[in-house]
């Protein structure tokens, strides 16, 4: 199938069944809001993919196509795409940097908050934060530059100031607005539970956040190649949309997800997904490499 059509109807299904879970979450209890949490956090891992996929602009050929769907795809996230577009930018330029390393330490590191910050992203503490950080973004952008932010390692390149000029801003401010409008008509027209609703996003976001750093854990301090490809199941495969080939995906920022496997066969062959995934809970290990320098624009 064409890749536009065929991300156009993967949007479309997303949405429908993201809704549909929703709603049906809000009718019922015990094991059946169980499973339909579980439905939903897997379903949220490939609009995950397909955000990321718009960030690289490879979601749809039109631009104005490209980012309406990655909009869209973003507030059932929820986050401004714009915000998360810059991070995931910004995650390029600067991946495997001191900046970025969250599974090394050197010496003269804190090592308890090291370890907290290790575990707060794999017991999915980390991603309620991006939801309220794009709000604060859109309401008082002046908080990130206070002296705690550009201070952190991490949030000193994300929240860098020149990144976020009026014209940035002004989107954010649009998407967020529209998050406001999209939730307010889903829980007023399909008379959402909030507890319900609670449940499936702790599951997504779990789920998510326990992934979010595997392709990355323990790999090479390199810009470039410090990723992974990781072997995992024909079903994950299509979750993911392909997001198991994430070296692939670094080397090759441009190529769409259709292509991933393709450009994988002249790749590093992959790690098991389930041998990488459980080391990272022995927590972060002392850094042996130098730390790269970061590149002006990786894509």
């Given amino acids: 199938m064409?890749?536009?059509?065929?991300?156009?109807?993967?949007?479309?299904?997303?949405?429908?069944?993201?809704?549909?879970?929703?709603?049906?979450?809000?009718?019922?209890?015990?094991?059946?809001?169980?499973?339909?949490?579980?439905?939903?956090?897997?379903?949220?891992?490939?609009?995950?993919?397909?955000?990321?996929?718009?960030c690289h602009g490879n979601l749809h050929t039109s631009r104005s196509a490209n980012a309406a769907l990655g909009s869209l795809a973003s507030l059932l996230f929820p986050v401004s795409f714009t915000f998360m577009a810059i991070a995931h930018r910004v995650h390029h330029n600067s991946n495997r940097t001191d900046n970025e390393m969250f599974d090394y330490y050197y010496p003269e590191d804190n090592k308890l908050i090291k370890f907290a910050q290790w575990y707060s992203i794999l017991i999915g503490i980390y991603p309620p934060i991006i939801p309220l950080g794009s709000v604060i973004m859109a309401l008082c952008p002046w908080v990130f530059w206070l002296k705690p932010w550009q201070e952190a390692k991490s949030s000193s390149i994300i929240f860098n100031r020149s990144l976020f000029g009026a014209a940035v801003l002004k989107k954010i401010r649009i998407e967020v607005f529209s998050g406001l409008v999209y939730w307010t008509v889903l829980f007023y027209f399909l008379q959402l539970n909030w507890v319900s609703v609670a449940v499936l996003y702790a599951a997504f976001w779990f789920n998510w956040s326990t992934r979010q750093?595997?392709?990355?854990?323990?790999?090479?301090?390199?810009v470039m190649n410090g990723a992974h490809n990781l072997s995992v199941s024909p079903l994950m495969e299509k979750i993911f949309l392909n997001g198991q080939w994430d070296l692939v995906h670094h080397q090759h920022p441009e190529a769409r997800?259709?292509?991933?496997?393709?450009?994988?066969?002249?790749?590093?062959?992959?790690?098991?997904?389930?041998?990488?995934?459980?080391?990272?809970?022995?927590?972060?290990?002392?850094?042996?490499?130098?730390?790269?320098?970061?590149?002006?624009d990786v894509y």
């Fill in 257 to 296: 997800w259709q292509d991933l496997p393709q450009l994988g066969r002249d790749s590093r062959v992959p790690i098991p997904y389930w041998s990488q995934y459980f080391k990272q809970w022995l927590g972060p290990r002392p850094n042996k490499e130098a730390a790269p320098v970061a590149l002006n």
């Fill in 213 to 222: 750093y595997v392709t990355h854990a323990f790999s090479k301090r390199d």
């Fill in 2 to 54: 064409e890749p536009n059509r065929q991300n156009l109807i993967i949007v479309a299904a997303i949405q429908l069944i993201s809704i549909g879970s929703l709603w049906l979450a809000s009718q019922v209890t015990g094991w059946q809001l169980a499973a339909i949490a579980f439905i939903f956090a897997f379903v949220g891992l490939s609009n995950y993919a397909i955000i990321h996929e718009a």
